[in-house]
């Protein structure tokens, strides 16, 4: 059965530098989101993105943080200048149509961010 | 704004007793509620949404508009259903964000 994949697994880095992190989608999906979760807390939306443009971003999402859809496979969340509060389990999803309208969302395993 | 309640943190019960996990949520619209579940060491997957109206591992789960409740029961809990259990919504028909609640932990004592 096909799954969303995320790499890495788990990321350390220093406050102020960069990380990407990176989602491959269920091949036949259209629609890709972010999540993240802060440890004991719920997991939160961040983005969706279709057709190569986000359709909606959450308040989380500022201008630290960007995606991308570099080709036709792999799905990006880049933070820019990382800060603690970076610190969450990020998670990838994919669906073939919007969620309104009954399909489900894929879940990737996460990727543990770690800033340092 | 979208808000889900799930009241309990963690929830144990004996092996063959019934389970139920509560969820409230706050949406001025239409909205679809569905229940997440993370087992141990693998990844959120949907266990049930309202709009399909069926049973999946034993698990039932009723919209009740009046009282926005979207509550979780299982009559008879078994040993594979210890995990962590998440009710999330999404507005019908319009954007596409999943708003989760905090999540129970299960743990189904044998």
């Known amino acids: 059965e096909p799954e969303v994949t995320q790499t890495p697994s788990h990321q350390v880095t220093q406050m102020g530098q960069e990380v990407i992190l990176r989602c491959v989608p269920i091949?036949?999906?259209?629609?890709f989101y972010w999540y993240r979760q802060i440890l004991g807390q719920k997991v939160e939306f961040l983005v969706s993105?279709?057709?190569?443009?986000?359709?909606?971003k959450s308040e989380i999402f500022d201008d630290q943080f960007s995606v991308e859809r570099p080709d036709g496979s792999n799905f990006t969340l880049k933070i820019r200048s990382t800060k603690l509060e970076d610190s969450a389990m990020y998670f990838c999803?994919?669906?073939?149509?919007?969620?309104?309208?009954?399909?489900?969302?894929?879940f990737g395993p996460g990727t543990r961010l770690t800033v340092t | 704004a979208q808000r889900v309640t799930q009241p309990e943190k963690l929830l144990s019960v004996f092996k063959g007793a019934p389970v139920e996990l509560k969820c409230n949520y706050s949406y001025s619209g239409s909205p679809e509620l569905f229940w997440y579940v993370q087992y141990s060491r693998q990844r959120l997957q949907l266990l049930l949404r309202?709009?399909s109206r069926e049973s999946i591992k034993g698990f039932t789960a009723d919209l009740n508009k009046g009282e926005t409740s979207f509550h979780l029961k299982k009559p008879f809990a078994q040993e594979e259903d210890s995990a962590m259990y998440y009710c999330?919504?999404?507005?019908?028909?319009?954007?596409?964000?999943?708003?989760f609640g905090k999540g129970n932990q299960v743990v189904v004592i044998p």
């Open positions: 999803a994919s669906s073939e149509r919007f969620t309104g309208n009954g399909y489900e969302q894929y």
């Open positions: 999330a919504l999404s507005p019908f028909g319009g954007n596409n964000r999943l708003a």
């Open positions: 091949s036949n999906h259209l629609y």
């Open positions: 993105f279709y057709n190569n443009e986000i359709s909606e």
């Open positions: 309202h709009i």
